[in-house]
C-alpha cells in the first residue's frame, strides 16, 4: 500500500541559459497547480449508439495543452525573478523564450519531472496589505521526462 507524503519542499528549477545543462532553484514558490498529463478526448459516437446502450464514445487524442501554475513571493533583487531577458522570470514572460524545467517532488523517491515550456503569464500583484507577489504560469511545450519512478 502507497503511504502519503508531504508536498512541502518541492523544487521547480529554470536551465541556467548562461550554463545549458546548469538548473537553478526559482525561490519562494507558493502552491502548484498542474501540469495535467492527461489526453483532450474526441467524440466518436455514431449512428449506432443504441447498440451501446445510448451512451457516448470517445477516444484519446492529443495530451492536454497543459500549464503549470504558481504565485512567486517577488523579489526585486532576486535575478531569477526580475526582467533580464538572460536571467529573469519577468524577461522569460516578455521574450516568450522556450526553457527547460525540473520540477522536484521531495518525497522518498525523488520524483522529477523534466520539460521545456514558456512562460505564459507573470503578472505582478501589490497589494496594500499583504506579499508582493508574481503569479505565474508555464505553458509546457512537447513531452514530459520522469526520472526516479
Known sequence: ??????????ILAREDPGAPGTFESIGQIGDFTGPDFGHDAVETTSHEANLNGRRRTFIASLGKATQLSFPLWFDSSDVIHGDDAATGIIGDGMSGTLRNFQMTL?????????????VAQAELNVPVEGVNTLN????????FTFDGF
Do not use: R, W
Not at 522518498?108 to 514558456?118: N, P, V, W
Not at 505565474?136 to 513531452?143: F, I, K
Open 1 to 10: 500500500m502507497a503511504t502519503p507524503t508531504s508536498s512541502l519542499g518541492i
Open 106 to 118: 521531495q518525497d522518498t523517491g525523488d520524483f522529477k519531472i523534466s520539460f521545456a515550456a514558456f
Open 136 to 143: 505565474c504560469s508555464l505553458q509546457v511545450s512537447g513531452n
